[in-house]
């Protein structure tokens, strides 16, 4: 007849097998609850050991958490790394309501010179500090009040070190994001559309489609390629196109619609319009890229350095930047003074 202590192992071990075959329960949150568990119950340590092969599941998770069991009590609740894990939710909860500089500072500062733990903590302590890494990263890498910090605060306002089934779910999510999903031109963007048209920096909604009119238009690519000759002229700058004037990013959908949705067509077609407009001399000059900043939402990003020399836009206008507007210079003479300023170490 079976013990005690091996019928109570026994269904013990039944009921967490079906709770860890369940595949919606995260592997964390599963290791967590068994750890604390089967430290309540020490009395079935050994029946636990001997029959635990039978149970898969169960045998998995044990294997995980078999060296944090006899942790002592200070080691299994860190009080330093909870309070650091509370804080930063804390503070997570302040940007999601109030995402000013000032608190993506706090909690990126806070992130940054915390977070420090001994090999023997719980696992979860250990996910909870790699995902808020993960959230002072987002915060630090894009702009204030994007769409990336809004839902990873949101994620993490909602951890603590208790380290619940709500907060397993809201965790997985924040470590399963991949930050390197943009690339730096994309990120960039992101960035550039916060700030307004200036002198270097010009939003057009799109390369060949009329939003207004809901058509094709010529006039748009020259409206482009006017602005690249204007960079060129002046102090260099970076053209948006996909976006409107107000820094809302529309997409080029329209416009890769025109070419079967084939993005480096696309491209070459841009490549061929400014190469027509331009001439070649400039292609050192003048870098673009078609980026992804959201789900099949597309921006082509031009960056122009400052040509050497004057640059004629279709061989008769000549274009600078005056403030957030291209603007033709029609006078000789004022052609003249600005050319002798502008390209003095060529006139000279």
Request: proline share 3%; with cysteine; aromatic share 12%.
């Amino acid at each position: 007849m079976a013990s005690f202590e091996t019928e109570s192992a026994r269904r013990f071990l039944t009921e967490f097998e079906q709770i860890l075959s369940n595949p919606k329960l995260h592997f964390f949150y599963c290791e967590w609850k068994l750890l604390l568990a089967i430290r309540e119950r020490r009395f079935m340590w050994a029946a636990i050991s001997e029959n635990v092969h039978q149970y898969p599941h169960f045998y998995k998770a044990y294997l995980a958490i078999k060296g944090s069991i006899v942790l002592p009590y200070d080691k299994l609740f860190p009080v330093s790394l909870q309070n650091w894990i509370n804080d930063a939710s804390r503070l997570c909860l302040n940007v999601l309501l109030d995402g000013s500089k000032a608190n993506i500072d706090a909690l990126i500062m806070h992130i940054d010179s915390g977070g420090h733990y001994e090999e023997c903590v719980p696992n979860y302590y250990k996910l909870c500090v790699k995902g808020f890494r993960k959230v002072s990263n987002i915060c630090s890498k894009y702009p204030l009040g994007s769409q990336e910090i809004k839902d990873v605060v949101d994620n993490a306002a909602s951890i603590f070190a208790t380290g619940g089934h709500s907060d397993a779910s809201r965790l997985n999510k924040i470590l399963s994001i991949n930050i390197d999903k943009y690339g730096s031109n994309a990120i960039k963007i992101l960035h550039l559309v916060q700030e307004k048209e200036g002198k270097q920096l010009e939003f057009k909604s799109s390369f060949n489609y009329d939003v207004n009119n809901d058509e094709r238009s010529k006039v748009l690519k020259y409206q482009c390629t006017k602005t690249i000759s204007a960079f060129l002229n002046s102090k260099g700058g970076t053209l948006l196109v996909g976006v409107d004037d107000n820094g809302k990013i529309l997409g080029l959908e329209k416009d890769l619609s025109y070419v079967g949705y084939n993005q480096d067509k696309f491209v070459l077609k841009f490549k061929d319009t400014v190469k027509a407009a331009l001439g070649a001399k400039i292609s050192n000059l003048v870098e673009w890229s078609l980026e992804e900043v959201g789900r099949n939402l597309f921006v082509l990003i031009v960056e122009v350095k400052p040509s050497p020399f004057p640059v004629l836009h279709n061989e008769k206008e000549f274009f600078i930047r005056f403030n957030p507007s291209s603007d033709r210079i029609l006078d000789n003479k004022d052609y003249q003074r600005y050319v002798q300023t502008r390209f003095k170490d060529l006139s000279a």
